[in-house]
């Protein structure tokens, strides 16, 4: 998984930012902390092969042994997953990590939710970060929307922190499928307050920040999204909680 590390977000904007929209009561405050990591990206087709001897992901060829990047599919739908039995979603299998000092929490989608549970430990290092991911099938390209929406709720004990990341090729390693070439290649993020109650929040691409990429990359690229990944930010006491989030779509 790509290492998102921290810096003013994941190094982000604190809460409810350009373009972010959210609702309800929360347990953590509005800013944003150091950026965890991202998983893995979701695989694309075989690759293909052309008479010059070159080859590319996708299936695409090249001429006179080159190789070319396939493009990311358009998003087929607006639905990510509603993490219902046996209903077509984007996504695979939920990834989960923490700083090197903490616990990583769980995630489980048996209850047609995705359902995160915190208990980190206390925090030994300046860093500390907790998260949960959805790696998508194949590399997506969902220019045709302006961001992510999702139903959440849930409780955080005080000092943590909660933000979100669509995170796209130019924000990951090429070891997770993205580009990124930089030191530091980690995704933008942006701050929002957790709900009590369930609770619609949108994030526009557009109100991400921060981030680690390569010189001149966009915040976030629309046309090659690898995931999406809720993040908790803790604190020196450690973060204890539940996050439930259901329905999450482009917007």
Known sequence: MTEIR???FVGIVGLVS??????????????TGTGGSSGSAGT??????????????GG?????????????????AALITDFGTGSTAQVGTPYKGAAASLTAPT????????????????????DNYAY???PFNACVDASAYTGVKFNITGTLSTGCTIQFSTVDKEH?????????AATSCYASAAAFTLPATATDVTVAFASQTGGGADTG??????????????QINVPTAGCTGTVTVTNVTFN
């Open 107 to 126: 995630a489980d989608t048996s209850s047609g939710a995705l359902v995160m549970t915190f208990a980190t430990g206390a925090a030994t290092a300046t």
């Open 132 to 134: 949960v991911g959805l």
């Open 172 to 180: 990951s390693t090429t070891a997770n499928g993205g580009t990124c």
């Open 6 to 8: 921290k810096r003013a």
């Open 217 to 230: 990359a966009a915040v976030v690229d629309p046309t090659e999204i690898l995931n999406v990944q809720w």
């Open 60 to 76: 695409n060829t090249t001429g006179a042994g080159g190789t070319t990047v396939a493009a990311c599919v358009a998003a087929p």
């Open 18 to 31: 350009a373009g972010l929209l959210s609702v309800g009561c929360s347990s953590s405050n509005n800013t």
């Open 44 to 57: 694309s087709g075989s690759a293909g092969t052309n008479g010059g001897g070159g080859t590319n992901g």
